[in-house]
């Protein structure tokens, strides 16, 4: 047989690979800054784009597509040649791949703290950017799939599987979820609203877990984990059991996230019974992992590469069991809106995929620098405090959690909430929230040491830019080959069979909630937004509001006594996008509006809570909002704006748009005069107007006919 | 699920890994990295079974049996029927509006204050949506009956909302007394302006 000489380029997988580095710190500073605000919530002095709730999604978004992303690409512009051996298909398409996701990354970084976001959790980058993030995704998977197209190995090694499901499950995913009626170049409203949109967000936000931070990674652990160890595959029929288990069990389990919402009861069961078949699939994943180790833990004990990515695989598979425990409804009843949530994610997130991107980077800087890296004993260093850090940062989390959720639920002997004020449910849990940062700073000074570890190594060597191999053409397999080896021969037909097993859940679930008119049964007493209402609509979502308060009542006594009846699905129908919120830092708003209410506050109270939250409540770890009384509402959007909603189905009389300014200046200068009478001086046209005219129509009506 | 089965391997398509003494499987080798030919372990193929058997019988009980637990509507019926039926009157029959003097009560009542009444009338009374409580100034009459009235059922129209459902009579009864007692009179930081009539 004679083999062909070829060679790879290793620039655009070390350009990666930096990328991973930077995004990396980059994305945990902010996420530290966060942590720490949550303790001193006006550190960020009056400044509207670091406010908590701003940064937030930065911080998100830094950590999955930033550092993560990058992580991704570095390993499959790495793996994938040396897997196919062949070099990647076009080195154009791969500069195009690269510098077109750094791109985006700016302007994430410079949309985001101004307040530019869709609201959708990790997909808050508003349309413009969603464009341009589907085009590179095609430019990324057509490198990928040429790639396999002019390979000399026959059979696809199970990694790639694993990319090529990320590569065509995210396209469904991201488009499906983003699709929106723009009404600016900077914003939009989604084309689902309420219930319907949160199910298709949770559809994409828990499998943006699914396959952006998991199935990808589990492709770069078949390839570095045996790499680094030297050691075989410990299951190929494992590997095949388990990847097509894992992805056609994933895409059903979003609605999880909606577990005691909305949602019909049917969802949401679907959504616990897949989580739940979900787990040995995905220890699938970790027992081929763990078990390719047999016979070289000696190894481990020794290297910091594999010690990183054993408590890597670990922590995978700690959080893929905690995952479907989460999603029992007994479970989740208690830790949905909690800190248990955080704490469940950031064991992914901090052990999971930042301990895998740590080793494979150790391994692979002294690889493409040929040296030596500088310091091993650096690396332990890195690996005590990433752990250590790790677990201070989680398990205050889970005791704040819990904490929380039971003092939420708590009834005094008489029958009363034993905990009316919601922040005294906060000033219980605060200690936690230190100890969280400090978790934080720990795993933040492990990341500023690695970093120094790999430039100093890099510094040390130089970069080697081609690499030959050498390697027989493609051939013919010698015998007949089963079902699956002949599948794994033929990467395209492979490509087809992953979108069809990921397309199966997602259009099951999804299709009935719009054509099944049960699912969301209509009530009459709900009307449209009034443009006032929708103007600060805008603004609670302009300024992340959603981050720290849900608007979702859960049917349970514990939150129907605390803040009105539950939240009924024909409510949410105006909802573009829904704002249900995924977490309680500060208390629900479904029914903030509702006068007879325990929550409700008159508009004087909603004015001065936003300019100083600490002087009505001095507790309050709310951020100050003072810009609110300062920015004006853009009132030649207003009419387009309306256009949009009726376009979407919204049912305002025609013409309306003509009207709606005229409408919201009546409504304003009403709210603005009462709040006169109440000593405070502001201009109807400013943003706090209309986001207490959002505020007090919230929940109101289904309790107008009552 | 053999791999023999899934790919019709044969004898000769394996080699032995020393270390483990698995087999491996010949021809599969990518960029160096072998795979073994091992069996799904028994105990993670049970682990699967069950909880599809688990999905399965859940599915039914909501489908089928409309188990109570799974339908959202009726548990959360059947949680309120439950609760109703198994509290205590939330009247004391000894009850009786007047000002407590105890300092326990007056304690219980500064308690309630600064965690709920200090929200619209601040820590020290001075009052910021809601009235200044420290001067001699009165909306709505400065009797214990009268600032009982107006916590139990509220004046919605200016956004002071009833507790006769979040506090207790004991707890409404602690916190009228401990503003009559306790802050009417003081000097708070940022008064409000007067409101009512004078008393």
Not at chain 1, 7 to 26: C, E, H, K, P, Q
Request: net charge neutral.
């Amino acid at each position: 047989m004679e083999l062909q000489k070829f060679t790879y380029d290793n620039r655009l997988s070390n350009m990666f690979l930096w990328a991973t580095v930077i995004w990396g710190v980059v994305g945990m500073l902010v996420g530290l800054t966060a942590a720490f605000e949550l303790i001193m919530p006006n550190m960020s002095g009056n400044i509207s784009w670091l406010v908590f709730s701003r940064i937030r999604p930065v911080h998100t978004n830094a950590a999955i597509f930033a550092f993560v992303g990058n992580g991704i690409f570095t390993a499959i512009y790495y793996s994938t040649p040396r897997l196919l051996k062949t070099p990647m298909y076009s080195k154009l398409l791969g500069n195009i791949h690269f510098w077109g996701w750094q791109l985006i990354i700016v302007l994430a970084a410079v949309t985001l703290p101004f307040g530019l976001t869709q609201s959708k959790e990790y997909a808050e980058l508003i349309w413009p950017i969603d464009v341009l993030v589907v085009l590179i995704w095609v430019v990324f998977g057509l490198n990928l799939i040429m790639t396999m197209v002019k390979r000399r190995v026959k059979h696809i090694y199970v990694s790639i599987w694993f990319y090529i499901a990320t590569w065509v499950t995210i396209a469904v995913l991201y488009i499906t979820n983003n699709l929106a009626i723009p009404v600016s170049w900077s914003m939009s409203y989604p084309i689902y609203a309420g219930i319907q949109d949160a199910l298709v967000q949770w559809w994409y936000g828990h499998n943006a877990v699914a396959f952006f931070l998991t199935t990808p990674v589990l492709g770069m652990m078949y390839y570095f984990v045996p790499k680094a160890s030297n050691r075989p595959i410990y299951s190929y029929k494992l590997s095949i059991i388990h990847f097509w288990a894992l992805i056609f069990l994933y895409i059903w389990a979003g609605p999880h996230h909606l577990l005691y919402s909305a949602l019909p009861d049917w969802a949401q069961a679907l959504g616990v019974v897949f989580s739940v078949m979900l787990i040995a699939p995905s220890w699938g994943g970790m027992i081929n992992g763990l078990l390719t180790l047999r016979g070289a833990w000696d190894k481990v004990r020794e290297d910091p590469v594999l010690k990183m990515m054993v408590v890597a695989v670990t922590a995978y598979g700690m959080s893929t069991f905690e995952g479907p425990m989460l999603s029992l409804k007994s479970v989740n009843a208690l830790s949905h809106f909690t800190d248990w949530t955080i704490a469940h994610v950031h064991i992914g997130t901090l052990g999971w995929n930042s301990m895998m991107n740590f080793g494979m980077i150790y391994w692979l800087v002294p690889r493409l620098f040929k040296t030596k890296l500088y310091s091993v004993k650096l690396a332990n260093v890195h690996f005590w405090i990433a752990t250590l850090g790790m677990l201070f940062f989680s398990i205050p989390l889970y005791f704040a959690g819990f904490t929380q959720a039971l003092m939420w639920k708590q009834f005094t002997e008489e029958g009363f909430l034993a905990y009316p004020n919601f922040l005294e449910t906060v000033t219980q849990i605060l200690p936690m929230y230190h100890l969280r940062a400090f978790g934080g700073s720990l795993y933040f000074i492990g990341a500023l040491l690695f970093v120094y570890n790999v430039v100093k190594t890099a510094m040390a060597g130089s970069l080697v830019r081609y690499e030959s191999d050498e390697a027989p053409a493609k051939a013919k397999p010698k015998h007949k080959e089963g079902w699956h080896r002949a599948l794994e021969g033929r990467p395209l037909q492979f490509t087809v069979a992953s979108l069809v097993v990921i397309l199966i859940g997602g259009l099951i679930e999804i299709v009935p909630m719009y054509l099944v008119k049960s699912n969301v049964p209509t009530i009459s007493s709900v009307k449209p937004y009034t443009p006032l209402e929708l103007e600060g609509r805008d603004v609670y979502i302009k300024e992340g509001c959603y981050l720290c308060h849900s608007q979702m009542i859960r049917p349970f006594r514990s939150e129907t006594e605390r803040y009105g009846e539950y939240t009924k699905a024909g409510e949410t129908v105006y909802d573009f996008p829904f704002q249900f919120g995924s977490k309680r830092t500060g208390p629900d708003l479904a029914r903030e509006g509702v006068k007879t209410l325990p929550n409700y506050k008159p508009d004087s109270w909603h004015f001065n809570h936003m300019m100083n939250p600490q002087k009505v409540s001095p507790e309050s770890i709310m951020p100050a909002y003072p810009w609110l009384a300062e920015n004006e509402i853009d009132l030649s959007l207003t009419p387009a704006k309306i256009n949009a909603m009726i376009k979407l189905g919204v049912p305002y009389s025609e013409g309306y748009a003509d009207q709606a300014v005229a409408d919201l200046n009546a409504q304003a200068e009403k709210i603005a005069a009462g709040l006169q009478a109440s000593g405070i001086q502001v201009d109807k046209n400013k943003e706090i107007i209309a986001l207490i005219a959002y505020l007090q129509r919230l929940g109101t009506d289904i309790y107008t006919t009552k | 699920m053999a791999t023999d089965q899934i790919n019709k391997n044969r004898d000769e398509d394996y080699e032995i890994d020393t270390l483990t003494n698995d087999r491996l499987i010949k021809d599969h080798s990518y960029d160096g990295i072998r795979e073994l030919d091992n069996d799904l372990p028994p105990w993670w193929k049970w682990l699967f079974y069950l909880t599809i058997v688990f999905a399965i019988a859940y599915m039914i009980r909501l489908w089928v049996f409309q188990a109570d637990d799974l339908v959202q509507n009726r548990e959360y019926e059947l949680a309120m029927e439950e609760a109703k039926l198994n509290q205590p009157a939330k009247s004391a029959a000894d009850f009786s509006v007047v000002l407590l003097e105890d300092p326990v009560s007056l304690a219980k009542g500064q308690e309630t204050w600064v965690k709920i009444c200090a929200a619209c009338h601040l820590v020290d009374g001075g009052g910021i949506v809601g009235p200044n409580m420290t001067d001699e100034y009165w909306i709505h009459g400065n009797k214990i009956e009268n600032l009982y009235t107006i916590i139990t059922n509220g004046v919605i129209e200016k956004g002071m909302i009833p507790y006769k459902d979040q506090l207790s009579e004991e707890a409404r009864l602690e916190v009228a007394s401990y503003i009559l007692l306790k802050l009417v009179g003081t000097t708070p930081a940022t008064p409000k302006a007067p409101q009512g009539e004078k008393f």
